[in-house]
């Protein structure tokens, strides 16, 4: 396939993608629940002694949060951290969050506890996921934090702003971190601009619905982190969501790398303490099931490459869904024949304009695709 199937193959791509944003609406609402739940934390109030400091994180940090398939939820990760010593407790910490979301009047209801967070359910909506943390001593960055893993009752090492800061760089965006002050809550990161999003961000949207197409709420399905650290990893710069894609796919594997405990690694580019596919050596249907959407995956895109225009629509399915395949389909149709209504000859299976004469005659209108 040539350059400009490659380029009618990134429109398409974008276009099925930009279906996957949250709404403007669904963006602003839990935009404002964020502030009004970090409010809450970082006021005056039994935390205040640890100077909390509220940070958006995860994907609506990075600009990749995308819509859920088959529920009517999407999550949205939020971070308290406060200045409390790394000797303390871990599940002491946990519940100082816990019982200060207990007594709201509105969130205690909505409360679930988790493994390492304190969930705030808002049905028909989204969930709030907030993580307490505290800094890491064995870090000198300034970023690094620890945060409570019930499960094994310790302290586990993470870096949500750092990891941020490093996937916009990896998508070539600048950013500026905000030094941590007392009591406060950090504005949510803005809604991406459909019209200005980068390939990085439009690739891990992808690989994350293909995902959710494919495992259909599947415990065992590849996790979101994974994906998104091994294809910011592999990514090769290309401003192309279709080149970024296929080489995303090819170049994943070779940064899986073993602990040495001799378990799969997919470290933390931003502190090496993290394995984020530590979960693979107890659950090995994990790494049998990444491997399998793997491979999958690149024979999705196989087809989509090699797809004719008529069967466009249900390889562009298996990455966006067939909603957003259909619009992104009829969007470009109806793109071709504004163009052709002024005159140009334009190719439906490429959308390049061809070269005419003056005398050239005008193209016949007709239906996309043969519609």
């Given at each position: 396939?040539?350059?400009?199937?490659?380029?009618?193959?990134?429109?398409?791509?974008?276009?099925?993608?930009?279906?996957?944003?949250?709404?403007?609406?669904?963006?602003?609402?839990?935009?404002?629940?964020?502030?009004?739940?970090?409010?809450?934390?970082?006021?005056?109030?039994?935390?205040?002694?640890?100077?909390?400091?509220?940070?958006?994180?995860?994907?609506?940090?990075?600009?990749?949060?995308?819509?859920?398939?088959?529920?009517?939820?999407?999550?949205?990760?939020?971070?308290?951290?406060?200045?409390?010593?790394?000797?303390?407790?871990?599940?002491?910490?946990?519940?100082?969050?816990?019982?200060?979301?207990?007594?709201?009047?509105?969130?205690?209801?909505?409360?679930?506890?988790?493994?390492?967070?304190?969930?705030?359910?808002?049905?028909?909506?989204f969930h709030m996921d907030i993580i307490p943390g505290i800094?890491?001593?064995?870090?000198?960055?300034?970023?690094?934090?620890?945060?409570?893993?019930?499960?094994?009752?310790?302290?586990?090492?993470?870096?949500?702003?750092?990891?941020?800061?490093?996937?916009?760089?990896?998508?070539?965006?600048?950013?500026?971190?905000?030094?941590?002050?007392?009591?406060?809550?950090?504005?949510?990161?803005?809604?991406?601009?459909?019209?200005?999003?980068?390939?990085?961000?439009?690739?891990?949207?992808?690989?994350?619905?293909?995902?959710?197409?494919?495992?259909?709420?599947?415990?065992?399905?590849?996790?979101?982190?994974?994906?998104?650290?091994l294809a910011a990893r592999a990514y090769d710069g290309s401003?192309?969501?279709?080149?970024?894609?296929?080489?995303?796919?090819?170049?994943?594997?070779?940064?899986?790398?073993?602990?040495?405990?001799?378990?799969?690694?997919?470290?933390?580019?931003?502190?090496?303490?993290?394995?984020?596919?530590?979960?693979?050596?107890?659950?090995?249907?994990?790494?049998?099931?990444?491997?399998?959407?793997?491979?999958?995956?690149?024979?999705?895109?196989?087809?989509?490459?090699?797809?004719?225009?008529?069967?466009?629509?249900?390889?562009?399915?298996?990455?966006?869904?067939?909603?957003?395949?259909?619009?992104?389909?009829?969007?470009?149709?109806?793109?071709?024949?504004?163009?052709?209504?002024?005159?140009?000859?334009?190719?439906?299976?490429?959308?390049?304009?061809?070269?005419?004469?003056?005398?050239?005659?005008?193209?016949?209108?007709?239906?996309?695709?043969?519609?």
């Open positions: 396939m040539d350059d400009t199937d490659h380029n009618l193959l990134s429109r398409l791509i974008e276009a099925g993608a930009d279906a996957l944003d949250l709404t403007p609406t669904q963006y602003e609402r839990a935009v404002g629940h964020y502030e009004a739940v970090g409010e809450y934390l970082a006021e005056s109030g039994p935390l205040e002694r640890f100077s909390p400091v509220v940070f958006a994180q995860g994907s609506i940090a990075i600009g990749t949060a995308t819509k859920p398939v088959g529920r009517d939820e999407f999550d949205l990760d939020s971070m308290c951290q406060m200045r409390i010593r790394s000797d303390a407790d871990p599940s002491v910490v946990k519940r100082i969050i816990g019982d200060r979301l207990k007594d709201h009047q509105t969130y205690c209801g909505m409360l679930r506890e988790k493994n390492r967070c304190w969930r705030l359910v808002y049905a028909g909506e800094p890491d001593p064995q870090r000198t960055n300034g970023t690094a934090l620890l945060v409570p893993d019930r499960d094994l009752q310790c302290w586990k090492e993470t870096d949500p702003k750092g990891y941020t800061e490093w996937f916009l760089n990896r998508a070539q965006i600048t950013t500026v971190l905000k030094e941590a002050m007392r009591a406060e809550v950090e504005p949510a990161p803005p809604s991406p601009d459909k019209r200005r999003k980068f390939a990085l961000q439009v690739v891990v949207q992808l690989l994350k619905r293909h995902r959710d197409l494919m495992f259909a709420g599947n415990p065992d399905a590849p996790i979101s982190i994974i994906l998104t650290t401003r192309s969501p279709f080149s970024a894609l296929s080489s995303v796919l090819e170049r994943m594997p070779s940064y899986i790398g073993q602990s040495s405990t001799g378990d799969a690694l997919v470290e933390n580019p931003v502190n090496p303490d993290e394995n984020f596919a530590d979960k693979w050596g107890t659950h090995p249907s994990r790494e049998r099931c990444f491997y399998e959407w793997l491979a999958r995956a690149r024979q999705d895109l196989e087809r989509l490459r090699t797809a004719r225009l008529p069967d466009m629509e249900k390889a562009l399915g298996v990455w966006v869904g067939e909603r957003a395949a259909t619009g992104a389909i009829k969007d470009y149709g109806e793109a071709i024949q504004r163009l052709r209504s002024t005159g140009l000859n334009v190719s439906a299976a490429t959308g390049a304009v061809a070269s005419t004469s003056p005398r050239a005659a005008r193209s016949p209108n007709h239906t996309f695709f043969g519609r």
